[in-house]
């Protein structure tokens, strides 16, 4: 079976006027048509920028390729034109975001914007855009499946009038508009409410198996990803750390990242133990740390950690970029 | 929506009250006898007087103020000193002509000015972007006086193929009046070789004025356009899979036209009160050469006409572009 998406050693810096932060540093990430793989990272270890450097969304300039490639479905993503480009966006990857507020075009109502998506892939699809009725009927009826309440009215509704949990709904109707076959949700749920957090979550959860799509969930958040992945990919300082099943990753951790992420979550059945925090802070990727990315803050770094770069290998069940993994 | 258009009519109607104070005072304080300048340097007092008080400059002044601004209210500015006939007369035939070049400019301002802004934006810090803000700064920079006289020139005298001045050819009767503005008149008129000499004289005359105006909307919707491509929507809706041109000319410029809507509100006023010195160059009878020659004859009811005119032009811009908003932004339309 060919890997829906397959990123092999993907370098990718941002320009600045400080100098040059190379925010990934060779990722290799093989992801099978039907997984559903959460990417969790403390903010700015690049999992975002990973995101949508698989949908060809980062800006060149400033963002600049140092190496690697990117395939979807066996097509190589960096080399696709206009046309394919946008048969990409939609139909084969879609995505939704953060913060619901910031990611609905203010001006437009949502019934406008929904219907400009649907038309776009009608014409991706090589086929003549639906009139406008026909596209306004196929937006009401995904909103209605999002369970909003009265679809049709929701059409004339700017984004301003409608609270962060519909929001949320409406964007992740309009990322299902072209039948994506992989669905990229970038914190989906950091901007909301706990409770709509878990109807969020439940909704995603649902369409991920309703339409079998294969999910790659990006969070700082273990719960959520542990609720709706069954592989969890680790990031540090633009580098993946540990990759493997959930359940094998979470129970027994083998990177002191991971570890240390893992310690940081509050436990609320054993309160008398304290959340412990990881010492120190992300490192500046502008002249990041020599070898190991992750040795300035490391309690088990040895001499070789400041000298070699660590590479993935397979330790108990999964793969993971430490030294040290075996004594762990 | 409709009581915010009348709370904004009635406040239009004070601020002209407010300004016919101004030009009022400003007027009388100038130290300047109109009936004396009317009355010639060899008048005796006798003929002065009677010039005087056939225009009523013996009243008093609050007497004075009270006429005119009931005037005013009944559509009568007064009568020009130098020129005997109403102000609103004199109006009649010099403003429409400033108006077609400031439409004319402000069409091509905004023609230009938005799409040159958006591509500056799209290639931002690349040679193009470069080289349209160098000429942005140019165009600004030179003087409308020196540069519509290159442009005579460059386009009339040595390639011929612009008349240098004035709104028609000497031997050409100016189309059956509408609205006065001859473009508009001749094509109502169905006149269309009046129409196409009309155009030939207007074009430099409204390419020289419309060249400030052109440079500051290209910027504003630059800037702006810079703005909102960085903004989360645009990021979505190009993974929504949205043509780049549809995101750039529809989800993104209708975001970045607010700010330049009110840069073209601010730059209608201005251009109409900036028109003179290119009706000097292109011998074009509008109100800007009306209003400084009444100014420098010391006839002020023209110059205060022309002054309310102009403000009140101002704030009827400035009303649309207030209402013009909340069509772009969903967000004002229920605001206050």
Redesign the interface.
């Known amino acids: 079976m060919t890997p829906l998406l397959d990123i092999r050693d993907w370098r990718l810096a941002f320009d600045g006027f400080e100098g040059r932060a190379q925010v990934l540093d060779g990722i290799n990430l093989t992801v099978m048509p039907g997984e559903t793989i959460g990417i969790v990272g403390e903010t700015g270890c690049g999992k975002s920028v990973l995101a949508?450097s698989v949908?060809r969304?980062v800006d060149m300039p400033p963002g600049r390729i140092l190496g690697g490639s990117i395939h979807f479905d066996g097509q190589d993503v960096m080399a696709m034109n206009?046309a394919a480009l946008?048969?990409?966006?939609?139909?084969g990857i879609?995505?939704i975001?953060q913060?619901p507020m910031?990611?609905?075009?203010?001006?437009?109502?949502i019934g406008a914007q929904m219907v400009?998506?649907i038309r776009?892939?009608d014409?991706?699809s090589g086929q003549r855009p639906r009139n406008s009725a026909a596209a306004r009927k196929k937006a009401a009826d995904l909103l209605g499946s999002m369970r909003l309440p009265e679809p049709a009215g929701m059409l004339d509704r700017?984004p301003?009038e409608l609270s962060g949990g519909m929001r949320q709904r409406v964007?992740i109707a309009?990322?299902l508009?072209?039948t994506p076959r992989l669905l990229i949700a970038d914190e989906p749920t950091t901007a909301l409410d706990v409770t709509i957090q878990a109807q969020v979550l439940r909704l995603i959860a649902e369409l991920v198996a309703m339409h079998a799509l294969t999910l790659m969930l990006i969070s700082h958040d273990l719960g959520v990803i542990g609720a709706l992945c069954r592989r969890v990919v680790v990031m540090y300082a633009g580098t993946i750390v540990e990759d493997g099943e959930a359940t094998t990753v979470f129970a027994n951790p083998r990177h002191p990242y991971t570890r240390g992420l893992l310690a940081a979550v509050p436990d609320l059945e054993k309160p008398q133990h304290r959340a412990q925090p990881i010492p120190g802070q992300i490192p500046n990727l502008l002249s990041p740390p020599s070898g190991c990315r992750f040795h300035p803050r490391c309690a088990l770094a040895v001499e070789q950690c400041t000298r070699d770069k660590p590479v993935m290998r397979d330790v108990a069940g999964r793969s993971v970029a430490c030294h040290l993994a075996e004594h762990a | 929506m409709w009581r915010y258009v009348a709370r904004r009519v009635a406040l239009t109607g004070l601020m002209l009250f407010g300004l016919i104070c101004i030009t009022f005072t400003v007027s009388n304080i100038a130290p300047s006898d109109p009936a004396a300048l009317a009355a010639g340097p060899d008048a005796t007092r006798d003929m002065v007087a009677t010039i005087r008080r056939e225009y009523g400059l013996d009243r008093p002044l609050p007497e004075q103020f009270i006429r005119y601004v009931t005037g005013v209210v009944q559509g009568d500015l007064g009568r020009s000193i130098v020129s005997t006939r109403p102000v609103t007369q004199d109006l009649a035939r010099f403003f429409p002509a400033t108006l077609e070049l400031v439409v004319l400019s402000m069409l091509l301002g905004v023609g230009l000015g938005v799409p040159l802004g958006m591509m500056s934006a799209v290639l931002k810090n690349t040679a193009p972007d470069h080289l349209t803000r160098f000429a942005a700064v140019s165009l600004v920079a030179l003087p409308a006086f020196w540069f519509g006289i290159l442009l005579q020139l460059f386009f009339s005298v040595w390639l011929e193929w612009l008349p240098t001045s004035g709104r028609l050819e000497v031997a050409t009767a100016p189309p059956p009046f509408v609205t006065g503005m001859y473009l508009f008149d001749s094509l109502f008129a169905g006149q269309f070789n009046t129409f196409s000499q009309a155009l030939a004289h207007a074009a430099l005359p409204a390419l020289v004025l419309s060249f400030p105006c052109l440079a500051s909307i290209l910027r504003v919707n630059r800037a702006e356009m810079i703005e909102v491509l960085s903004?989360?929507?645009i990021?979505?809706?190009?993974?929504?899979?949205?043509?780049?041109l549809?995101v750039i000319c529809?989800?993104a410029l209708?975001?970045a036209m607010l700010p330049t809507l009110a840069m073209i509100g601010l730059r209608w006023g201005w251009m109409l009160g900036s028109t003179v010195l290119v009706e000097t160059v292109f011998d074009w009878p509008g109100i800007g050469l009306y209003a400084v020659s009444s100014a420098i004859a010391g006839d002020f009811k023209p110059v205060m006409g022309v002054t309310l005119l102009i403000g009140l032009n101002f704030m009827v811009i400035n009303l649309i572009v207030d209402l013009l908003y909340g069509v772009?932004?969903?967000?004002l339309r229920n605001a206050p």
């Open positions: 949508r949908a969304l206009g946008a048969r990409l966006r939609g139909h879609a995505m975001f913060d910031t990611y609905l075009n203010p001006v437009f109502s400009d998506v776009a892939h014409r991706a700017y301003h964007l309009m990322a508009i072209g | 903004a989360d929507y990021t979505a809706a190009r993974a929504h899979g949205i043509a780049r549809r529809v989800h209708r975001n772009l932004d969903p967000r």
